[in-house]
């Protein structure tokens, strides 16, 4: 051998994998060098560690700057892994060689806001994605090497040339179609390759990017130490678009040139765990690939990958309760054999998997495609690293909290209840609060499908790599998930302008638990709500302390101060609401109509609910009576009170026809229904079971103008549409049958589809039912029929 072995490789590619090994198992390197940041040389050792399961990722982050950071993923499939993998177990010297963290994460002077990537973090070389190793033609237009070999060869689809020349690469007799590769010599692919970049670089240049100069210098310069240090046979495994760099003369001094002046900043670097969706270029990441999981399968599968894969499909399938026999099976291996032959492919690849699976398992259904696509096509495969791996002290608390919870961080999206009156429930529900108060969007609160009382809580959990850098973030507000909440917490409130924000955060720190946050808190709540005399403002924040004070009395909190703030805030809305509520153009009748019914919902909430709940009724009376009032709001005022039984139902029927009296100009009028009986609130049900006021609905609808119809046609469409479509057509059927003769008719001679009275034999009929259901004797029954 004469000169490095220069081995380019697209990135996580299983066919450049398994040929990196051959490569390496037939030259056996005195050192291998890899494309990658060097700070990660201390790190190498730890992917030989039984903990360390790839997908993995080296993440650099600046230490005044945890935000700016930069990921290199390795999956098992990867080129770089298995290099790694190889040169660990033979002992065998192995080394990154790629401009240094320090340098990629320094934001350079010619960065604008619009294009803030610090680095590489890993980018394809031949990738026409990536923002740094895709070449360009002059003049700047990007271009895509594989595309143009594939076109050169043929292909109209660089991935399926891909698949066909490098990944079915000995999956299958003769499955080469590249003739300049002999398969005899594990080599000669990757020469074969770099000689196709060579042309390619000698066409369009080096791709239009100084950073890749600079990337490429000093990997020269590395390379040179190295056969300095080991001979002419060391290896190096970089991206296929970096070879003829690599093996271009150039000067030390030249290259030392391009490097001089490079801005530097202080950085840290860890492994930490990274997943297959992550690594799928529909997330964002430039060197990413369509199909993560269908390459870990076609690397990991030792044998016969299409009838595998097809197996792998059938069992998810059952999983989700479809249909999905062996027969299926064989005959989807047998549809994709036959179509990978009609294509001219030397192996079925995913285009024909898929299409066969599609026909024979789906019945010709794109749906469980999706399904297909997201578990197995994409996967959903989360990486573990060692406990030895360097982490910030946060970091190394939450996974503390994670193992002592039982907690565990998944790729996969999962729904966790909870109930808060089991401890260990309690203590996951802190953390995932506190989690969220730092910006750690691990969880998401969401409604629960089972009890919605006080002591449940629903949450969504999915951990993205991401999260990582969020931690490193967090960690300059304290080492623990505790001291960092608490700290951030503090400073919010300090910070805060508006009192809705106060609010929220004291509901924030009652669910996490930050009682060392609450005094400064509670300061900062008091002050803002002494200042601020927008009744709006405090109609926002009132909701918020009515749900903290909740959810103190649920996690045995002492919220007597929380409480005082809150009546004060009750009181003050009682008295400013009122004339807030006159002159409102539509825009603001619907904000505070949004407000009514928010701070209606805080105050039956409150301690003090039976004091404030009369003075609060009183309030509504007034906009329910105030001509000056958008209809709106008054309509909304009405429709509280007779929920909460505090207006008869005559007296709403009385409210209801001065509305929708012939004076009351139309727009007014709809707005009226709309607070009455609009939205999700039960007012289709309501004009279901009182046809009086479906009558006197009916009557105004019937009596609009035609010229003012179309105004208020949008409104009422807006109002009735939000009902169920059951309730709906119910109401169509009772307008259809006429009007109820007179405004007791239900009571006295009946309303069109309903009885006249009560069908007491027919009632009885149930009593057998209900007994059964009880587990009661007829004495029993008696009494509970009494």
Same mark, same amino acid.
């Given at each position: 051998?004469?000169?490095?072995?220069?081995?380019?490789?697209?990135?996580?590619?299983?066919?450049?994998?398994?040929?990196?090994?051959?490569?390496?198992?037939?030259?056996?390197?005195?050192?291998?060098?890899?494309?990658?940041?060097?700070?990660?040389?201390?790190?190498?050792?730890?992917?030989?560690?039984?903990?360390?399961?790839?997908?993995?990722?080296?993440?650099?982050?600046?230490?005044?700057?945890?935000?700016?950071?930069?990921?290199?993923?390795?999956?098992?499939?990867?080129?770089?892994?298995?290099?790694?993998?190889?040169?660990?177990?033979?002992?065998?010297?192995?080394?990154?060689?790629?401009?240094?963290?320090?340098?990629?994460?320094?934001?350079?002077?010619?960065?604008?806001?619009?294009?803030?990537?610090?680095?590489?973090?890993?980018?394809?070389?031949?990738?026409?994605?990536?923002?740094?190793?895709?070449?360009?033609?002059?003049?700047?237009?990007?271009?895509?090497?594989?595309?143009?070999?594939?076109?050169?060869?043929?292909?109209? *689809?660089?991935?399926?040339?891909?698949?066909?020349?490098?990944?079915?690469?000995?999956?299958?007799?003769?499955?080469?179609?590249?003739?300049?590769?002999?398969?005899?010599?594990?080599?000669?692919?990757?020469?074969?390759?770099?000689?196709?970049?060579?042309?390619?670089?000698?066409?369009?240049? =080096?791709?239009?990017?100084?950073?890749?100069?600079?990337?490429?210098?000093?990997?020269?310069?590395?390379?040179?130490?190295?056969?300095?240090?080991?001979?002419?046979?060391?290896?190096?495994?970089?991206?296929?678009?970096?070879?003829?760099?690599?093996?271009?003369?150039?000067?030390?001094?030249?290259?030392?040139?391009?490097?001089?002046?490079?801005?530097?900043?202080?950085?840290?670097?860890?492994?930490?765990?990274?997943?297959?969706?992550?690594?799928?270029? =529909?997330?964002?990441?430039?060197?990413?690939?369509?199909?993560?999981?269908?390459?870990? =399968?076609?690397?990991?599968?030792? *044998?016969?990958?299409?009838?595998?894969?097809?197996?792998?499909?059938?069992?998810?399938?059952?999983?989700?309760?479809?249909?999905?026999?062996?027969?299926?099976?064989?005959?989807?291996?047998?549809?994709?054999?036959?179509?990978?032959?009609?294509?001219?492919?030397?192996?079925?690849?995913?285009?024909?998997?898929?299409?066969?699976?599609? $026909?024979?398992?789906?019945?010709?259904?794109?749906?469980?495609?999706?399904?297909?696509?997201?578990?197995?096509?994409?996967?959903?495969?989360?990486?573990?690293?060692?406990?030895?791996?360097?982490?910030?002290?946060?970091?190394?608390?939450?996974?503390?909290?994670?193992?002592?919870?039982?907690?565990?961080?998944?790729?996969?999206?999962?729904?966790?209840?909870?109930?808060?009156?089991?401890?260990?429930?309690?203590?996951?529900?802190?953390?995932?609060?506190?989690?969220?108060?730092?910006?750690?969007?691990?969880?998401?609160?969401?409604?629960?499908?089972?009890?919605?009382?006080?002591?449940?809580?629903?949450?969504?959990?999915?951990?993205?790599?991401?999260?990582?850098?969020?931690?490193?973030?967090?960690?300059?507000?304290?080492?623990?998930?505790?001291?960092?909440?608490?700290?951030?917490?503090?400073?919010?409130?300090?910070?805060?302008?508006?009192?809705?924000?106060?609010?929220?955060?004291?509901?924030?720190?009652?669910?996490?638990?930050?009682?060392?946050?609450?005094?400064?808190?509670?300061?900062?709540?008091?002050?803002?709500?002494?200042?601020?005399?927008?009744?709006?403002?405090?109609?926002? $924040?009132?909701?918020?302390?009515?749900?903290?004070?909740?959810?103190?009395?649920?996690?045995?909190?002492?919220?007597?101060?929380?409480?005082?703030?809150? $009546?004060?805030?009750?009181?003050?809305?009682?008295?400013?609401?009122?004339?807030?509520?006159?002159?409102?153009?539509?825009?603001?009748?619907?904000?505070?109509?949004? =407000?009514?019914?928010?701070?209606?919902?805080?105050?039956?909430?409150?301690?003090?609910?039976?004091?404030?709940?009369?003075?609060?009724?009183?309030?509504?009376?007034?906009?329910?009576?105030?001509?000056?009032?958008?209809?709106?709001?008054?309509?909304?005022?009405?429709?509280?009170?007779?929920?909460?039984?505090?207006?008869?139902?005559?007296?709403?029927?009385?409210?209801?026809?001065?509305?929708?009296?012939?004076?009351?100009?139309?727009?007014?009028?709809?707005?009226?229904?709309?607070?009455?009986?609009?939205?999700?609130?039960?007012?289709?049900?309501?004009?279901?079971?009182?046809?009086?006021?479906?009558?006197?609905?009916?009557?105004?609808?019937?009596?609009?103008?035609?010229? $003012?119809?179309?105004?208020?046609?949008?409104?009422?469409?807006?109002?009735?549409s939000a009902y169920e479509p059951g309730v709906r057509r119910t109401l169509g059927e009772l307008v259809g049958r006429g009007p109820a003769a007179g405004g007791h008719a239900h009571q006295e001679s009946g309303v069109p589809g309903f009885g006249a009275g009560l069908d007491e034999e027919r009632a009885d009929a149930v009593l057998p039912v209900l007994?059964?259901?009880?587990?009661?004797?007829?004495?029993?029954?008696?009494?509970?029929?009494?």
């Open positions: 051998m004469t000169g490095p072995l220069l081995l380019g490789v697209r990135h996580h590619g299983p066919g450049s994998a398994r040929a990196v090994r051959a490569a390496l198992d037939a030259a056996s390197p005195p050192a291998v060098l890899i494309e990658g940041p060097p700070e990660g040389d201390a790190l190498l050792a730890l992917a030989a560690d039984e903990q360390m399961r790839p997908p993995v990722a080296l993440l650099a982050h600046a230490v005044d700057d945890p935000g700016r950071a930069a990921f290199w993923p390795l999956a098992e499939f990867s080129p770089e892994w298995v290099a790694i993998r190889w040169a660990l177990g033979r002992g065998v010297p192995v080394r990154f060689i790629d401009l240094p963290a320090v340098h990629s994460l320094a934001p350079a002077e010619a960065e604008t806001a619009a294009d803030p990537d610090p680095g590489p973090a890993g980018d394809p070389d031949p990738d026409p994605d990536s923002d740094s190793d895709s070449g360009s033609e002059p003049g700047g237009v990007r271009i895509d090497p594989i595309a143009v070999l594939a076109e050169t060869a043929g292909y109209d *689809d660089p991935e399926r040339w891909w698949e066909d020349v490098i990944e079915h690469r000995g999956s299958v007799p003769g499955s080469g179609t590249c003739s300049a590769v002999d398969d005899a010599d594990p080599r000669a692919p990757f020469a074969a390759l770099g000689e196709a970049m060579t042309a390619l670089r000698e066409m369009y240049g =080096h791709g239009g990017h100084d950073r890749d100069l600079v990337r490429e210098a000093h990997m020269r310069i590395q390379l040179r130490a190295a056969v300095k240090e080991f001979g002419d046979g060391v290896a190096v495994v970089c991206g296929a678009w970096h070879v003829p760099a690599l093996a271009e003369k150039t000067t030390l001094a030249a290259d030392k040139a391009l490097l001089k002046g490079l801005p530097k900043v202080k950085a840290e670097m860890t492994w930490v765990p990274w997943t297959h969706r992550r690594l799928a270029r =529909h997330s964002g990441y430039g060197a990413g690939i369509d199909s993560p999981g269908w390459y870990g =399968h076609l690397f990991g599968a030792p *044998d016969r990958p299409v009838e595998r894969w097809m197996t792998k499909v059938a069992r998810l399938l059952r999983d989700e309760d479809r249909m999905v026999s062996s027969a299926h099976v064989i005959e989807a291996v047998r549809l994709a054999d036959t179509l990978a032959a009609m294509r001219g492919r030397p192996l079925a690849g995913l285009t024909e998997t898929t299409d066969a699976i599609r $026909a024979v398992m789906c019945d010709g259904s794109d749906v469980p495609l999706d399904l297909i696509r997201d578990r197995l096509i994409v996967g959903d495969v989360l990486g573990e690293v060692p406990d030895a791996a360097p982490a910030v002290p946060l970091q190394r608390d939450l996974s503390r909290l994670q193992r002592s919870l039982r907690l565990k961080p998944e790729a996969l999206e999962r729904e966790l209840e909870l109930d808060l009156r089991k401890e260990t429930d309690a203590a996951k529900s802190r953390l995932l609060h506190r989690l969220r108060l730092l910006s750690i969007g691990w969880g998401e609160p969401v409604t629960g499908r089972g009890s919605t009382g006080t002591f449940r809580e629903s949450w969504r959990l999915r951990w993205e790599p991401e999260l990582f850098v969020r931690v490193a973030e967090a960690g300059v507000w304290g080492t623990t998930v505790l001291s960092a909440a608490t700290a951030k917490a503090e400073n919010k409130a300090v910070s805060a302008t508006a009192l809705a924000d106060v609010t929220a955060l004291a509901e924030h720190c009652l669910l996490a638990e930050l009682t060392d946050a609450l005094p400064v808190v509670m300061r900062a709540l008091a002050d803002r709500a002494a200042l601020d005399a927008d009744v709006g403002h405090l109609a926002q $924040a009132l909701p918020a302390l009515a749900r903290a004070l909740r959810y103190g009395d649920v996690r045995s909190t002492d919220t007597a101060a929380l409480g005082e703030v809150a $009546a004060g805030l009750a009181e003050r809305i009682c008295v400013g609401l009122p004339p807030a509520c006159t002159g409102l153009d539509a825009d603001g009748a619907a904000e505070m109509r949004s =407000h009514l019914d928010a701070v209606h919902s805080a105050i039956g909430l409150l301690p003090e609910a039976r004091e404030l709940g009369e003075r609060w009724g009183s309030v509504l009376h007034r906009l329910a009576d105030r001509d000056t009032v958008p209809g709106v709001i008054r309509g909304r005022a009405a429709r509280l009170l007779l929920d909460d039984g505090r207006l008869e139902e005559d007296e709403a029927a009385r409210l209801m026809a001065l509305a929708l009296s012939p004076g009351t100009p139309p727009a007014e009028a709809a707005a009226w229904i709309e607070g009455f009986v609009g939205g999700a609130s039960g007012g289709g049900m309501l004009l279901v079971h009182d046809e009086r006021l479906l009558g006197l609905v009916d009557a105004w609808l019937t009596g609009v103008r035609a010229d $003012a119809f179309t105004d208020v046609l949008p409104l009422l469409r807006r109002t009735f007994q059964l259901l009880l587990g009661i004797d007829d004495n029993d029954l008696a009494g509970v029929v009494r």
